[in-house]
């Protein structure tokens, strides 16, 4: 569900912005990027996640039910609407010229770095809240993000790695509404 969700927000971004011919579409770096580093390490970390403590209280699943159910599809589609969307509207809130708009790509490659290390969290129980689940932390899922987290900034910040991304020097007040855009 981790993965599925977190893809369809970059499919439903990457899919947007290709119907605006000004707009600078994330470069196949990027995307890749998002895909093995920033989703990587906390899906393997979702797979070792030990099961929700009140698994057991629940219903068994009927025998001939498929993997994924309807409301996993519906919480995908969500999910993945809600993550691009966010970064549809960093590009229409941003102006139209040239050089605002390669800096608007960037921060929407942030964005959806981000948005998946902050969703992750959310995905360790399918029917429980991240503030219901038991353990409160999971710590591989805690060290997962952080290192993910750690991993995207150097790419966001080294200044020699900046041409290679296609990034720039970041101020607070955009790390701000990247963060309120990705929680």
């Not at 941003?94 to 959806?112: C, Y």
């Not at 987290?149 to 790419?155: G, K, M, P, R």
Request: hydrophobic share 55%; glycine share 4%; charged share 10%.
């Amino acid at each position: 569900f981790f993965l599925l969700s977190a893809n369809a927000g970059l499919v439903v971004a990457v899919f947007a912005v290709s119907f605006f011919s000004t707009w600078p579409p994330l470069t196949p770096l990027m995307v890749l990027w998002i895909n093995l580093v920033t989703n990587g390490l906390p899906a393997l970390a979702l797979g070792i996640d030990p099961p929700d403590a009140h698994l057991m209280e629940e219903a068994p699943r009927p025998p001939n039910e498929t993997l994924m159910v309807f409301r996993d599809y519906v919480g995908i589609l969500f999910v993945g609407c809600v993550m691009g969307g966010a970064a549809v509207a960093l590009y229409a809130m941003s102006p139209s010229d040239p050089a605002a708009l390669l800096k608007t790509r960037a921060l929407a490659f942030t964005l959806l770095a981000v948005s998946p290390l902050i969703h992750s969290i959310s995905c360790r129980s399918p029917i429980r809240s991240a503030f219901g689940s038991t353990p409160l932390v999971s710590v591989p899922l805690f060290l997962a993000v952080v290192a993910s987290a750690a991993i995207h900034l150097v790419a966001v910040l080294v200044p020699s790695l900046q041409p290679v991304f296609k990034t720039f020097p970041v101020s607070s007040r955009e790390w701000t509404l990247v963060l309120v855009l990705a929680a």
